[in-house]
C-alpha cells in the first residue's frame, strides 16, 4: 500500500509514469531528481501518510525502497 501510494506522489513531482517506478529505482540516478524534487517528494509523503521526516533522514534516501522502509518505520 505505501508502495502504490509513494508510486503516485513520485509520478505526481517528476512527471513520470508511475509503470515506471519500482523498489530499485534511484531518485536522482533512475529518475533525474535533484534535491528539490526529493524535498517535494518528501512533502508530498508527509502529507499522504501524515508522518514528519527529519531532515536528516530525508537526505539519506536515494531508492523508493528506502522511502518506503522509512514511511513504513514512521507508521509503526
Known amino acids: 500500500m505505501e508502495f502504490e ?3 503516485q506522489i513520485i509520478a ?3 512527471n513520470v509514469d508511475p509503470q515506471e517506478i ?3 529505482t534511484t531518485f536522482t540516478d533512475d529518475l533525474g531528481a535533484d534535491s528539490l524534487d526529493v524535498f517535494q517528494i518528501v512533502m508530498g509523503i508527509e502529507e499522504e501518510f501524515d508522518i514528519e521526516v527529519p531532515p536528516e533522514k530525508a537526505e539519506k ?3 523508493v525502497e528506502e522511502a518506503v522502509e522509512m514511511i513504513k518505520s514512521a507508521i509503526n
Do not use: C, R
Request: net charge neutral.
Open 61 to 63: 534516501i536515494s531508492t
Open 5 to 7: 501510494k509513494l508510486k
Open 12 to 14: 505526481d513531482v517528476l
Open 22 to 24: 519500482t523498489m530499485e
